[in-house]
């Protein structure tokens, strides 16, 4: 059996003779020269990193286009430093999965190396940060990563424990990225680009913005100096720059660990962490994929274009990840996820073979979305969006599913419709009351969190950091008897963190309480609702 780890790599044609591809360059030397000059970190060591981000970098690498990796850190689930990323020595098998049914294995040896912000960790990476050759720190920490505060506008525990201790004893990611900042501004200020690569809207701004937060309440009380408030303000020290990212990463198939372990890999088993990672030491995932960052990197970058990483400026950067966030993929992929889950389906790809889901998704993206799509011109947004509806979505070989996507769809609202209702309601010749099929995804999201489904049969709720608090605001509502409906969604659809709006004023909460009341009708509502107004 052969084993993924850095002294398998010389086994060059065992790995060919089962169809999986090596790296080019010397992986221990790389790791060396990483070591005493770090140039990337990267914060959040999941799939989309694995997969996409760690990919990149060994592709500069194999062209000598580089000569370090990166590190990455994580700081919410330090297993999977610890069961993924250890014992295979940072390597990760990426099998990319085609709509033909082939599958492309290629092992991916970018990553030097693999910390976590524990007490050793910490240490290490506030040596790296010292480094005055350290270009970037990108990020895919989820969009709940960069939240301070709940939906009622309060800090969150962690966070206001974190303001009141100091850098020192910083926990939240925001905290400890402020924290690393400060040792690099005291070692010489050295410039720095902090990178968001996660589905926010405006992502560099939200990083920039919880950054400043955290850094003016320690320079309140005494923990840093005002000059830091200028090093994080100066452009020319630190930037933020927005970043587009696209790439479908799901959880790992047993179907692909079935076929690494009849290649005779060993040890390609998932495992599911205390805090409920389901992760592997392969990542399976979509071929297309995009990222388009804002070229504003005061220190210096790996050349990523010759990887296929667009660079451009902050304008056409917005332009995409709102044709990508807002529009043409991720609105369509919240539906799928409420409504397949409702629906009893497990298979995205399978809920594009459902006429009344198809034709949902088709509604949000050609007739609501796209009219406040404005072309970014280095992507077609038509082109884009029939991929995602034609290639991407139904694609029977990648095996994501809806229960994935519902993971935290609080934090997503506000990016992949509220940007959407707001567009409408910025523009004179398009009415926002027209908008029906978003406010039917609403409507379907707070049925979806009622916990039971179509057939009224428990259903499990994915985790989302609001779940408590809206669990509690829906308490009462019984599914079969809309008489217990007594106002409890008002609160919900009035908080302009929802959306980004009050729903009510812009018109819009009236018709979600009524397609929801349609919605809890009984056994069956569900899909009578869907077949309703999708027949």
Same mark, same amino acid.
């Given at each position: 059996?052969?084993?993924?780890?850095?002294?398998?790599?010389?086994?060059?044609?065992?790995?060919?003779?089962?169809?999986?591809?090596?790296?080019?360059?010397?992986?221990?030397?790389?790791?060396?020269?990483?070591?005493?000059?770090?140039?990337?970190?990267?914060?959040?060591?999941?799939?989309?990193?694995?997969?996409?981000?760690?990919?990149?970098?060994?592709?500069?690498?194999?062209?000598?286009?580089?000569?370090?990796?990166?590190?990455?850190?994580?700081?919410?689930?330090?297993?999977?430093?610890?069961?993924?990323?250890?014992?295979?020595?940072?390597?990760?098998?990426?099998?990319?999965?085609?709509?033909?049914?082939?599958?492309?294995?290629?092992?991916?040896?970018?990553?030097?190396?693999?910390?976590?912000?524990?007490?050793?960790?910490?240490?290490?990476?506030?040596?790296?940060?010292?480094?005055?050759?350290?270009?970037?720190?990108?990020?895919?920490?989820?969009?709940?990563?960069?939240?301070?505060?709940?939906?009622?506008?309060?800090?969150?525990?962690?966070?206001?424990?974190?303001?009141?201790?100091?850098?020192?004893?910083?926990?939240?990611?925001?905290?400890?990225?402020?924290?690393?900042?400060?040792?690099?501004?005291?070692?010489?200020?050295?410039?720095?680009?902090?990178?968001?690569?996660?589905?926010?809207?405006?992502?560099?701004?939200?990083?920039?913005?919880?950054?400043?937060? +955290?850094?003016?309440?320690?320079?309140?009380?005494?923990?840093?100096?005002?000059?830091?408030?200028?090093?994080?303000?100066?452009?020319?020290?630190?930037?933020?720059?927005?970043?587009?990212?696209?790439?479908?990463?799901?959880?790992?198939?047993?179907?692909?660990?079935?076929?690494?372990?009849?290649?005779?890999?060993?040890?390609?088993?998932?495992?599911?962490?205390?805090?409920?990672?389901?992760?592997?030491?392969?990542?399976?995932?979509?071929?297309?994929?995009?990222?388009?960052?804002?070229?504003?990197?005061?220190?210096?970058?790996?050349?990523?274009?010759?990887?296929?990483?667009?660079?451009?400026?902050?304008?056409?950067?917005?332009?995409?990840?709102?044709?990508?966030?807002?529009?043409?993929?991720?609105?369509?992929?919240?539906?799928?996820?409420?409504?397949?889950?409702?629906?009893?389906?497990?298979?995205?790809?399978?809920?594009?073979?459902?006429?009344?889901?198809?034709?949902?998704?088709?509604?949000?993206?050609?007739?609501?979305?796209?009219?406040? +799509?404005?072309?970014?011109?280095?992507?077609?947004?038509?082109?884009?969006?029939?991929?995602?509806?034609?290639?991407?979505?139904?694609?029977?070989?990648?095996?994501?599913?809806?229960?994935?996507?519902?993971?935290?769809?609080?934090?997503?609202?506000?990016?992949?419709?509220?940007?959407?209702?707001?567009?409408?309601?910025?523009?004179?010749?398009?009415?926002?009351?027209?908008?029906?099929?978003?406010?039917?995804?609403?409507?379907?999201?707070?049925?979806?969190?009622?916990?039971?489904?179509?057939?009224?049969?428990?259903?499990?709720?994915?985790?989302?950091?609001?779940?408590?608090?809206?669990?509690?605001?829906?308490?009462?509502?019984?599914?079969?008897?809309?008489?217990?409906?007594?106002?409890?969604?008002?609160?919900?659809?009035?908080?302009?963190?929802?959306?980004?709006?009050?729903?009510?004023?812009?018109?819009?909460?009236?018709?979600?309480?009524?397609?929801?009341?349609?919605?809890?009708?009984?056994?069956?509502?569900?899909?009578?609702?869907?077949?309703?107004?999708?027949?």
């Amino acid at each position: 059996m052969l084993k993924m780890n850095a002294a398998s790599l010389r086994w060059k044609a065992e790995w060919q003779g089962i169809g999986v591809e090596t790296p080019s360059f010397d992986y221990p030397s790389m790791v060396a020269r990483t070591a005493s000059a770090p140039a990337w970190v990267h914060f959040g060591a999941g799939n989309i990193f694995r997969g996409f981000i760690a990919r990149l970098q060994q592709e500069l690498l194999e062209a000598g286009r580089a000569e370090t990796g990166i590190i990455v850190a994580e700081t919410f689930d330090f297993e999977i430093i610890d069961r993924i990323y250890k014992p295979y020595d940072n390597l990760t098998m990426l099998v990319s999965l085609k709509p033909d049914g082939t599958k492309e294995k290629r092992i991916i040896a970018g990553v030097a190396e693999g910390l976590k912000a524990d007490t050793a960790g910490l240490r290490r990476l506030r040596e790296v940060f010292a480094h005055p050759g350290l270009q970037l720190v990108s990020f895919t920490i989820t969009e709940k990563g960069y939240a301070l505060t709940d939906l009622e506008g309060e800090l969150l525990p962690v966070v206001r424990r974190d303001l009141a201790a100091g850098p020192a004893q910083a926990v939240h990611v925001m905290s400890i990225i402020t924290a690393l900042l400060y040792t690099r501004y005291a070692a010489g200020k050295a410039p720095i680009a902090l990178v968001s690569m996660d589905n926010c809207s405006r992502n560099g701004e939200k990083l920039q913005s919880s950054v400043l937060t +955290v850094s003016r309440a320690w320079a309140a009380q005494g923990f840093v100096d005002e000059g830091f408030l200028s090093y994080l303000q100066d452009e020319a020290s630190v930037a933020f720059p927005w970043s587009m990212i696209d790439k479908i990463t799901p959880r790992p198939a047993e179907q692909v660990e079935k076929h690494l372990t009849e290649l005779g890999i060993d040890g390609m088993a998932p495992v599911i962490t205390e805090k409920k990672t389901f992760i592997a030491p392969f990542v399976n995932a979509e071929v297309p994929e995009y990222l388009v960052i804002e070229d504003k990197f005061p220190n210096g970058r790996p050349p990523l274009e010759a990887a296929g990483v667009y660079f451009t400026d902050q304008e056409t950067v917005n332009k995409t990840e709102r044709m990508k966030v807002s529009t043409c993929l991720n609105p369509l992929h919240t539906a799928l996820a409420v409504f397949g889950c409702l629906l009893g389906y497990t298979s995205i790809a399978d809920e594009m073979k459902d006429a009344q889901l198809r034709a949902l998704v088709e509604k949000i993206g050609y007739q609501e979305g796209m009219p406040v +799509v404005v072309d970014p011109k280095i992507i077609d947004p038509h082109v884009f969006l029939r991929e995602v509806l034609n290639e991407r979505l139904p694609n029977p070989y990648l095996p994501d599913t809806p229960q994935r996507i519902a993971t935290d769809t609080s934090q997503k609202l506000p990016i992949r419709y509220g940007e959407t209702i707001k567009s409408y309601l910025a523009r004179a010749d398009l009415n926002v009351r027209s908008l029906f099929f978003i406010p039917l995804v609403i409507a379907g999201w707070l049925r979806y969190l009622l916990g039971v489904d179509d057939r009224l049969a428990p259903m499990t709720v994915s985790s989302d950091p609001l779940l408590p608090k809206l669990t509690q605001a829906l308490a009462g509502i019984k599914v079969g008897e809309p008489k217990t409906y007594t106002g409890q969604l008002r609160p919900i659809l009035a908080n302009p963190a929802l959306c980004g709006v009050n729903l009510y004023a812009v018109g819009l909460g009236e018709k979600i309480e009524g397609l929801f009341l349609e919605l809890i009708a009984g056994p069956g509502a569900v899909r009578a609702t869907l077949v309703k107004y999708l027949p």
